[in-house]
T-cell receptor, first 111, second 114 residues
């Protein structure tokens, strides 16, 4: 079993829809949770960063962490074609030298 | 501007040749990483370094080598021993490993073996 599981998709939704992207994990030591967005042929860029449980909102993006269920989510409201990309979740524990990444979910927003 | 610079962006190599990918950062970050990404796949860690003159193998180090002689530089050499070197290579850096700081990526280097 992988430490972090993420459905690779592909996921295709119409413009304006609310998108929900998710990751599950097995290591209860994880405390830091990140979402990266990667456009085709580009390096991943940090989208959201959350410590421990709770919600964090930034514009149209909301990150949620439920440590009791070992489940994290990224919501995109009013999705735009420019949101079409691969979204990677990542996480680490306190003092961990490495991040653990999910496989990435490929998302397409159709105009 | 602060950031991570990878070069070259695209590189073609003949079988049996070694090639070195450059990674430079001016973020004053202690830790640096090299990842490999194959089409439709996630990131796989090749090597990482927490401080100058020290580095550790990641999950797929065979056929690769690195050096960390300067804080800002972490070059990756893809040797002829690497069986399937054609891939997208990503360099990343992190302020430190102790406070959960996140990592930041360069724009990547595409290596094609011909």
């Amino acid at each position: 079993q992988k430490e972090v599981e993420q459905d690779p998709g592909p996921l295709s939704v119409p413009e304006g829809a609310i998108v929900s992207l998710n990751c599950t994990y097995s290591n209860s030591a994880f405390q830091y949770f990140m979402w990266y967005r990667q456009y085709s042929r580009k390096g991943p860029e940090l989208l959201m960063y959350t410590y421990s449980s709770g919600n964090k909102e930034d514009g149209r993006f909301t990150a949620q962490v439920d440590k009791s269920s070992k489940y994290i989510s990224l919501f995109i409201r009013d999705s735009q074609p420019s949101d079409s990309a691969t979204y990677l979740c990542a996480m680490s524990g306190q003092g961990a030298q490495k991040l653990v990444f999910g496989q990435g979910t490929r998302l397409t927003i159709n105009p | 501007d602060g950031g991570i610079t990878q070069s070259p962006k695209y590189l073609f190599r003949k079988e049996g040749q070694n090639v070195t990918l450059s990674c430079e950062q001016n973020l004053n970050h202690d830790a640096m990483y090299w990842y490999r990404q194959d089409p439709g796949q996630g990131l796989r860690l090749i090597y990482y370094s927490q401080i100058v003159n020290d580095f550790q193998k990641g999950d797929i180090a065979e056929g690769y080598s690195v050096s960390r002689e300067k804080k800002e530089s972490f070059p990756l050499t893809v040797t002829s021993a690497q069986k399937n070197p054609t891939a997208f290579y990503l360099c990343a850096s992190r302020e430190d490993s102790f406070s959960g700081n996140t990592i930041y990526f360069g724009e990547g280097s595409w290596l094609t073996v011909v």
